[in-house]
T-cell receptor, first 111, second 112 residues
């Protein structure tokens, strides 16, 4: 997981609260993405970005916003947290023609 | 990206070879086969990828059938640390604009 840093690692939110999961990479990768993984399930793509100023939706974008003002950072915002958003969130980055590097994950519980 | 089919789970004895199959019968000529794995509570880790020739690295070997409709990931001497979910993904090797989409994978349990 070298080079991709996620914060916070653990967070508990109340329903209706908003928060931002931070993701930063120092490998100068253009492509970054956010996934969520529910217990016992595979990873599902939330949003992705192919470069600064460009974002697009993945499989499960509802309830999340992203922005990409710099190459290094790709924050994920939960607008109004719901219990259904309780999950583990992984940020990933990829350079063209190379493999994908994942962060260590952020565990989010919404009560 | 072409769809892949993997068994939901497999067991392997420690020290033996683990052979994980993947079917991708609709693969296109320019699509590569990628393998990732996810050890419990960690982010996925790249293992290996290939187009049509067999590939080997320090972690594993990838055997792709001649018609490219299926492949097998081989861990030659499985250890307890290889217990993980293994994902087979088929996608074009492009500039990175194509999102990586994960299926449910195969849960490999290495048993002592």
């Amino acid at each position: 997981n070298a080079g991709v840093t996620q914060t916070p690692k653990f967070q508990v939110l109340k329903t209706g609260q908003s928060m931002t999961l931070q993701c930063a990479q120092d490998m100068n990768h253009e492509y970054m993405s956010w996934y969520r993984q529910d217990p016992g399930m595979g990873l599902r793509l939330i949003h992705y970005s192919v470069g600064a100023g460009i974002t697009d939706q993945g499989e499960v974008p509802n309830g999340y916003n992203v922005s990409r003002s710099t190459t290094e950072d790709f924050p994920l915002r939960l607008l109004s947290a719901a219990p259904s958003q309780t999950s583990v969130y992984f940020c990933a980055s990829r350079a063209p023609w190379n493999t994908i590097y994942f962060g260590e994950g952020s565990w989010l519980t919404v009560v | 990206d072409a769809k892949t089919t993997q068994p939901p789970s497999m067991d392997c004895a420690e020290g033996r070879a683990a052979n994980l199959p993947c079917n991708h019968s609709t693969i296109s000529g320019n699509e590569y086969v990628y393998w990732y794995r996810q050890i419990h509570s960690q982010g996925p880790q790249y293992i290996i990828h290939g187009l049509k020739n067999n590939e080997t690295n320090e972690m594993a070997s990838l055997i792709i059938t001649e018609d490219r409709k299926s492949s097998t990931l081989i861990l030659p001497h499985a250890t307890l640390r290889d217990t993980a979910v293994y994902y087979c993904i088929v996608r074009v090797e492009d500039s990175g604009n194509t999102p990586l989409v994960f299926g449910k994978g195969t849960r490999l349990s290495v048993i002592a």
